[in-house]
């Protein structure tokens, strides 16, 4: 099942994603990290961050809320704290890097580059453009072009570009990063909602508004990768909603070189290793002899 | 996965639900993570403290009231049906050197208390304190090993009249209390807690109690669910917690959070 | 209950969205129409549309798949056809109104303008602009003001605009709504998604993509009005998964000042009438003695 | 809300699904929307065709296969549960003057035909062909009232082996069949419907199918069910249909549609 992201190498297409699996080894005694593709570590930041208000997350139809606010020890704790657990992890890192300004990536990465041990990063560009009055990095293609240019110099590892889908034309971002370089999308992150609880009249999250993952947001998602595997040649890893093995192959049908898992692991720790398995027996019953044999064999009618 | 093998109703709001499984012995004041059953639309799994363990006969037991949704689906589940189980998790109660331990429940925070109580050492004082709407709602006492069993109920129903809070000032007014051996645990509503910290504070008493707030992952891998400490910043009820000593919590913002 | 929406006054604040009452009369024998403030009808447009290739729906978790395609008989069958068996119904008609250039807004409501016989406008700027290359007219400020400038020269007759989730941002719209006269606003139609049938590789809906309806979108549409009435003074009508009493109140405590019930109709067709009781009840149960005392008083956290 | 009062596997594939109800007397070919049980992920209430109606018991049944998530969920419900129901919708099976009644059911298919043979008038002759994978996914036939009922199973476990199409080919070839005679009624797979449609045209006799589409209302206003029709645009399966004039349909779109 090994998959090639630009130059990374995966035994397998499914990675975990940012956010529900800590800096990697919290979840080691519920997950076998020797059969994932990869781990995405929680989106680092260069100063630590406490994150928001709680309550930090909510249950909805289907879905989940978050407003975890990118909680995080900061490049200066993770790399003295967790780095080194990371190294002796079988699977690949993929270290996912934020900021408020595009200096304040370009510094972050400069930081993990002195210090290496990791093989790639995911650059979260869902966070509020602090210079441009809070506007997210990921809503135009200008300001996410900017960031990928500015760490693009900075680094000869893989840059993945994860993407937000709270915009109105995802393929000019898609674009975008692709024109500077970006070796794979990750489309993409969380749908931007809000839940209220009608006895306290009050936003049920100490945020106000969260974000949606799970499978509520599946087939928007699939729209979204769909727009941007029919407008770029960049590998594009799939997120949002995965929770079997059919979520993660329909999600390649639709031209997704790989996939990540997020909440479905809240659900079931067992989730990756279940649509690992549920993909090799779909894969043996179909007679098909690689899961990229499958990737982008969407069939559109004739009309 | 674990195998159901009772889920009754115990008491008015009370549902025991027992589970054939595997996992290592908990601590009291640890809790389990519980998964809905499928095909549903709920997605997380659902937090409950561990009530009783029978290591022999591998079998973990939680007390649950019904408070929304989910643990409504969670009360028609049948004996042999399989939910997904997670834990133990969490750190439980400490024992504290003190000789006289104060265990407060409100409502079906009785239950860790409860598992708590059966664990005390030889040569321990308990005194177990219940506070429940009314006789109806009062959690399975017999669970409970305790010198002394107290109860309050809104409506006087059974024990005292009153809330668990006042049935604490009546047990503490007694000539024979000392304070000097008292160690306070407690579990239950947030207005609750924050009163037993109050009086703590007052007395200068140890006084650990067990936290709730809206799980993800259970293994401190989310952030999910932060509680502000009193120091700044926040602690993970799922990791630091469950139970902490009150003197972390920040308690204004702790109350204020549904 | 009354609730006036400009110079429209509906004797309660549900209405029935369009789409799933057809033109109003053939939902009569599930659906007390006497009993709901308005009834939108389906999407009109100048000349009579077939419709997308099937199949038109979908499933997915909490939430319902469409690409109808705007299906509809066209002005003059409507005018000819339906509009007389509206003028009977006790209830509010609004009409929706849709087109694919300026002109064939502004051409479509001067036929309707001549014939009269219902009570408002609303205006559906999810259709793409052939003009511009497809692009939804609610996806841009400029287009949607375009639209909303020519239709409020027209008519005299209340507007209410309906507006797309699908934007980066959607306040920016409302207020080129607003600004050119719209009476209220309408948020919003529903999500782009699309499902996969992994059996034949194929997309499910014959359109390929379709748009997301249900309790899957509440979240997602809640935070949407929440941005909408942050920056309007128009009346905003909620619209995306409400299926009880409790979705409804938690939009108008956000701000909305009615709602619109779709998808949940098909769930049930009584579900209008038990939210219309759940509020009344919950009125009751909570001292409040009108809808309107409960609009917009969503508490804030202190932070 | 109709109370379940029986829902029963009774066959390999086939589960017979009884409530009680109030609605008006259906006519054979009509189907009735029904909901799934709350609370869950699903939206859209399942159509079913009616198997049965006992006017003086207030009881409607359908026949279903489990077919996906949904129907999967329904074979769960128990008896005493109650589940939304609207109908009977749509246009049934025409009453064709010609005294030869030939139906073919495909699987589950043969339900709303097996109806339809027991309101079969005096004087006309039902041949009831039923086609399934293995004796065990048979439909009951003692509902069937039929001058002949013949079976086919791709395994040749009951009756011809091979498919429905081959046992019509059978039974049309037998030299007392009188196609002069003959009206044909079909309910199956769009495979055997197109083939049905194509032999009624060879033979130039009238052939009634009854139809499938995903639904949204069932009544004709949200315009999802749509099948292209062999003069150009669609009509409503929900309304028009389900049962349509083979010659109405656009065969090629129909059984490209999944
Ligand atoms: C460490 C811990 C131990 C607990 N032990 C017990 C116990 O022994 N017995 C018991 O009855 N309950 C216990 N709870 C609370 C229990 O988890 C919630 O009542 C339950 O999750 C509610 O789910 P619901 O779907 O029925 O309600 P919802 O409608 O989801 O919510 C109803 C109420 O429960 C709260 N709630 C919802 N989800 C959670 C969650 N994941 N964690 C905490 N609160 C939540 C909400 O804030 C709300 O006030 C414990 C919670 C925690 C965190
Ligand atoms: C007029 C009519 C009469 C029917 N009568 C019967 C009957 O008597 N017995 C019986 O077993 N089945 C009947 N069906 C089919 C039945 O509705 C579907 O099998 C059922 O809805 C599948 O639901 P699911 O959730 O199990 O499967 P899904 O996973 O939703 O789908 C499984 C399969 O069923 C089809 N399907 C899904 N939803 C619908 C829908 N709303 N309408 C039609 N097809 C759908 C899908 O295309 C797919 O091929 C009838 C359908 C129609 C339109
Ligand atoms: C609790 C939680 C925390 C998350 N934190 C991050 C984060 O720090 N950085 C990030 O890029 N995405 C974060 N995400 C988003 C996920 O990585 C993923 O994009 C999203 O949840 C959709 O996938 P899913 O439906 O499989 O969960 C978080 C999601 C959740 C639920
Ligand atoms: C089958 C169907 C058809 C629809 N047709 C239209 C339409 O013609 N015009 C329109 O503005 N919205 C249309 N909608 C969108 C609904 O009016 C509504 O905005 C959307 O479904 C979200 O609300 P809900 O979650 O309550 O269904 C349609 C929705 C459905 C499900
Ligand atoms: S629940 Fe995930 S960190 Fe505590
Ligand atoms: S199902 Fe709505 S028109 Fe047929």
């Known amino acids: 099942m090994t998959v090639h992201l630009g130059s990374l190498r995966l035994r397998n297409p499914l990675m975990l994603a940012s956010g529900v699996a800590g800096y990697g080894h919290e979840l080691g005694d519920v997950i076998d990290l020797g059969r994932v593709g990869a781990v995405v570590t929680k989106t680092l930041t260069l100063k630590p961050r406490q994150g928001n208000a709680p309550p930090r997350l909510a249950e909805v139809p289907s879905g989940l809320l978050n407003s975890i606010g990118l909680a995080n020890v900061g490049s200066r704790a993770f790399i003295s704290e967790h780095l080194d657990r990371l190294r002796n992890l079988d699977t690949r890192i993929i270290v996912s890097v934020g900021g408020f300004t ?18 790639a990063y995911e650059v979260n560009i869902s966070c509020p453009n602090v210079k441009a009055g809070g506007v997210n990095f990921g809503s135009t293609p200008g300001k996410a072009a900017g960031v990928v240019r500015a760490l693009r110099s900075k680094t000869g590892r893989p840059l993945i570009v994860k993407l937000t889908p709270n915009v109105t034309d995802i393929p000019s971002v898609a674009v975008a990063c692709e024109s500077e370089g970006a070796d794979a999308l990750t489309v993409g992150n ?17 945020a106000t508004g969260g974000g949606l993952s ?14 941007v595997v029919s407008s770029v040649r960049t590998p594009v890893i799939a997120c949002g909603g995965i929770c079997s093995a059919g979520d993660a192959l329909e999600y390649i049908v639709v031209g997704a070189a790989a996939f990540q898992v997020g909440s479905a692991c809240f659900r079931d720790f067992r989730a990756p290793e279940s649509i690992l398995e549920g993909i090799t027996e779909f894969c043996r019953r179909k007679g098909v002899r690689s899961v990229a044999e499958l990737r982008g064999t969407l069939e559109l009618p004739r009309t | 996965m674990a ?70 689906v969670l ?40 598992f708590l109580s059966r664990r ?8 177990f304190l219940v506070g429940a709407r009314t006789e109806e709602h009062v959690l399975p006492l017999e669970r ?14 059974l024990g005292m009249r009153g809330t668990v809070l006042d049935l604490l000032e009546n047990v503490v007014s007694s000539p024979d209390f000392d304070w000097a ?78």
């Open chain 1, 102 to 119: 595009v200096a304040e990536y370009a510094k972050l990465v400069l930081e993990l580059e002195e210090v290496g041990g990791f093989d």
């Open chain 1, 190 to 206: 969380t749908f931007r909602a809000m839940a209220v609880d009608l006895d306290s009249r009050r936003p049920v999250l100490g």
């Open chain 1, 214 to 227: 799970g499978p509520a947001i599946k087939a928007m998602c699939m729209a979204k990768v769909w727009e």
């Open chain 2, 3 to 72: 195998e159901v093998s009772a889920n009754r109703q115990v008491s008015s709001s009370g549902f025991l639900l027992t589970m054939a499984t595997e996992v290592p012995s908990p601590d009291p004041g640890q809790f389990v993570m519980v998964g809905l059953p499928e095909p549903g639309a709920f997605f997380l799994r659902r937090p409950f403290s561990v009530f009783d363990f029978q290591a022999r006969r591998k079998r973990l037991s939680v007390y649950y009231s019904v408070a929304g949704p989910g643990t409504e």
């Open chain 2, 75 to 114: 009360s028609r589940v049948r004996p042999g049906e399989k939910l997904s189980l997670l834990g133990p998790l969490g750190r439980g109660f400490p024992e504290s050197p003190r000789r006289l331990h104060v265990m407060v429940g409100g409502g079906r925070g009785g239950a860790p208390l409860a």
């Open chain 2, 120 to 127: 005390a050492r030889k040569g321990k004082r308990v005194l």
């Open chain 2, 144 to 157: 409970i090993r305790a010198s002394k069993i107290f109860v309050a109920t809104e409506d006087g129903s």
């Open chain 2, 181 to 258: 051996e008292a160690a306070l645990y407690g579990c239950g509503p947030s207005a609750l807690l924050r009163k037993l910290h109050a009086m703590a504070v007052k007395r200068r008493v140890p006084c650990f109690v067990s936290l709730e707030a809206r799980m993800g992952c259970g293994l401190g891998a989310c952030q999910g669910c932060a509680v502000r400490k009193s120091s700044g910043g926040f602690f993970l009820v799922c990791k630091e917690g469950p139970v902490v000593d009150s003197l972390s919590v920040d308690w204004q913002s702790y109350s204020e959070v549904r």
